[in-house]
């Protein structure tokens, strides 16, 4: 009987994973290219973190799935919130007739209607859903059998500037993926009649975050002294996942169709203008002053506009906040955050609990009761630094709502907001003055523009029921740290939190029995869960977005699977 393997390199760029199949950093990669089939895909352009896998795992366009996103804003209270993943329907949850194990999935949720072995969190990044398994105990097995991963949130420092962090960082990823095929092993011993196997290898998606600068020429940072411990990082942990792919496909039944795939890929992250730059310049435009310290702007400039670098002991939350100022409490606090020594001592005398370090290791939590409804928790973003400026939203006009990467603006619109200043008719005007106001926000560094594209996500009706929290999202050029506005002025230049964001775009590798080799070029990233189900021997659903790709995929003389 056949089966499907798919296999997720979360966040793994196209063109650098072409780089290292080429020069042998990653031969199992280039070997099912050479093989079999592969195309290029194409996701959304708008919430390029949020909805790629929400999308892939339900097989639906984020406006049929009321934008899900972990990251929502409560007009009633101007409070923003990480929530659980939406527990949509998968599209692998194939009823008896198909039995599936769902491995470690990026924002995936245990559901009842699946048939099989379903594990989350075991050291997916970002999972957004505890650690649980279906039936109950299976992850504790895997943990005390084959051991947790490492790496299992102790990847979300923003230590790029830290080379022993680094170093860390990449062992603890290289350690959590040479495990993950003992894991898919002893699942597919515990289900020996699985039709469908899904998995993912996101340790290059952690990588990127912290590393992206080793690797990207076009990266501010990539000339620093700090890059060559990125690059070596990018590199070892590519070449551990592609090892892990290759022990993978060995032990599947020669009667698999193994698919290698990425929704999204990296680029130089642009989440520090999302977080802190454009927050700021809001801010000093509606009120006239900022909350946030520059360093001396015209000393920068003398020297050549170089990145700040923090120290490799540095938290890059600590240099950001001691420069943040919204009350006499902030500015007292603030003198004593930008003398370490002074700082401890009052914490000391305090007795308060020493402050997370760069580098400190979280416990790996144990399994966990799958909860009756994940989204019901909500968590205030105090980690953010745009959530520091909500006191001030409901007298602005619009403000910048906490996220990553693209930017997303919310205007503040009577009848919706609780303390709405917007008239509904002014709403269009009022995209427009954003939006024209952006349009003169320069790179501080490079003098051109630094605004790219805006994507509208309520151009018709601002008071609709569901939909995107954010009123317009805005795509930006490069990786600014500093900003300027002809009559605002300048805001930075601030260190980068991360250097790595994704892109909208991904790719496919197809192999096994009956895949013909061939290019298929780009394709929709909708059309992979029906593809999965058509070589599965599952007839695709109306339900589903995308087509699939299955009979361009197999021979002709090849049989259908199933």
Not at 15 to 39: F, K
Not at 126 to 152: C, M, N
Request: aromatic share 8%; charged share 25%.
């Amino acid at each position: 009987m056949a089966r499907v393997a798919a296999v997720a390199l979360d966040a793994a760029e196209w063109w650098l994973v072409q780089r290292l199949m080429e020069d042998g950093t990653m031969p199992n990669l280039a070997r099912m290219r050479h093989e079999g089939a592969s195309c290029r895909l194409q996701n959304v352009a708008a919430y390029r973190s949020e909805l790629a896998w929400p999308q892939f795992l339900s097989g639906k366009r984020g406006e049929d799935l009321d934008y899900p996103t972990y990251l929502v804003f409560d007009p009633a209270t101007y409070e923003s919130y990480a929530v659980g993943v939406e527990e949509s329907r998968p599209f692998y949850a194939l009823g008896p007739a198909r039995k599936v194990i769902a491995f470690d999935l990026i924002h995936s949720a245990i559901s009842a209607e699946v048939d099989g072995l379903q594990v989350t969190a075991w050291g997916a990044h970002s999972p957004q859903y505890p650690r649980a398994s279906r039936p109950k105990g299976l992850l504790t097995e895997i943990d005390r059998e084959v051991g947790p991963h490492p790496a299992f949130d102790n990847d979300l420092d923003s230590g790029w500037y830290a080379p022993a962090y680094v170093r860390q960082l990449t062992r603890l990823l290289e350690e959590g993926v040479q495990r993950r095929p003992a894991a898919l092993a002893l699942l597919q011993e515990r289900l020996a009649d699985w039709d469908l196997l899904l998995t993912c290898m996101s340790e290059i998606h952690s990588a990127a975050h912290h590393c992206w600068h080793g690797v990207d020429e076009s990266h501010p940072l990539h000339d620093e002294p700090v890059a060559a411990s990125a690059r070596a990082a990018v590199l070892d942990v590519c070449r551990a996942v592609d090892a892990a792919v290759g022990e993978v496909a060995a032990g599947l039944p020669d009667d698999t169709v193994l698919v290698v795939f990425a929704l999204h890929g990296a680029q130089p992250a642009d989440d520090l203008i999302s977080m802190l730059l454009l927050p700021e310049l809001f801010h000093r435009r509606h009120f006239g002053s900022g909350l946030l310290q520059d360093p001396d702007q015209e000393a920068w400039r003398r020297r050549g506009c170089p990145p700040v670098v923090l120290g490799e002991r540095d938290m890059w939350w600590d240099y950001v906040r001691a420069r943040f100022a919204a009350t006499p409490r902030d500015r007292t606090l603030n003198v004593l955050r930008r003398r370490p020594a002074l700082y401890e001592a009052a914490r000391r005398l305090a007795r308060r609990p020493r402050a997370h370090r760069l580098g400190d290791l979280n416990p790996i939590p144990p399994e966990s009761d799958p909860p009756e409804r994940n989204a019901a928790e909500q968590i205030p973003l105090d980690w953010s630094p745009a959530r520091w400026y909500r006191p001030y939203w409901p007298s602005m006009r619009a403000f910048v709502l906490p996220t990553f990467t693209d930017t997303h603006i919310r205007i503040n619109v009577r009848g919706r907001e609780r303390d709405g200043i917007v008239e509904v008719e002014e709403y269009g005007a009022a995209c427009d003055e954003v939006v024209a106001f952006m349009r003169e926000v320069r790179d501080a560094r490079t003098g051109k523009a630094a605004l790219a594209d805006v994507i509208p996500l309520r151009p018709d009706d601002p008071l609709s029921e569901g939909g995107p929290d954010a009123d317009l999202l805005l795509v930006w050029e490069g990786a600014p740290d500093a900003i300027t506005h002809p009559e605002v002025g300048t805001v930075g230049p601030f260190p980068h939190a991360r250097t790595g964001a994704h892109t909208s775009h991904g790719f496919a590798l197809f192999s096994g029995p009956g895949v013909e080799r061939r290019d298929l070029g780009t394709r929709s990233a909708f059309d992979l869960p029906p593809t999965i189900l058509d070589l599965v021997g599952v007839g695709p659903t109306e339900e589903l977005a995308g087509e699939s790709l299955a009979g361009e995929l197999l021979t002709a003389a090849a049989p259908r699977l199933g």
